[in-house]
């Protein structure tokens, strides 16, 4: 294991709440129904296709001209970006701050793969940024999760060939893009949603360096035999 790469919301901090407050409080104004089911299914995935996920599963997708929609994605971002103006170290998940030590102690290179444009300032607020030897830019990207470009620009970028990479994400189109990124998919959460992860942990607080390297050995020793 030479890398681990990190998802952001609700794997860092528990901004995956704050999108789901920011995507309610603008969805409920135009009268369309919001829960935490319809927003599970967006975690990991862009604003834009976020917001065409919601229209077209209420049938509302043709009620709105693009510059509509682009004022709702405006508004979003904007009710979203009022939340993490309150960040701080203390909004660290548990053991997140703990773990990052212990790979910076083993000389693991650390990389992001959000899908969040706000992803550079959450990290500020945070203040780890420093620690991460790359951020990748969604920006820059032709497919979002769970397509396998987001790990794999990762693994570009700090110079690690994918097979020597373990990657944590909290959403299912996150652990489907590691594993088609070829690299060790580490899921936090419900097992029901993280069931083709080769390791789960159910919090943040229970990830550790030696918890991922040794899973990381049984894993590579089994694809050896297979
Ligand atoms: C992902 C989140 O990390 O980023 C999604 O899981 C979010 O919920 C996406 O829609 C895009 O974020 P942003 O900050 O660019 O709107
Ligand atoms: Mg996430």
Known sequence: MKAVIFDLDGVITDTAEYHFLAWRHIVEQIGIPFDRSVNESLKGISREKSLENILIRSGAEAKYTNAEKQDLLHEKNKYYQTLISKLTPEDLLPGIGRLLCELKGEKIKIGLASSSRNAPEVLKRLEIINDFHAIVDPTALANGKPDPEIFLTAA????????DCAAIEDAEAGIAAIKSAGMFAVGVGHEQSMHDADLIVRQTCDLSF???????????INIVQK
């Open 210 to 220: 030696d918890v991922l390297n040794e899973e990381w050995k049984s894993y590579r």
């Open 156 to 163: 570009v970028l700090l110079g690690v060939s994918p097979a």
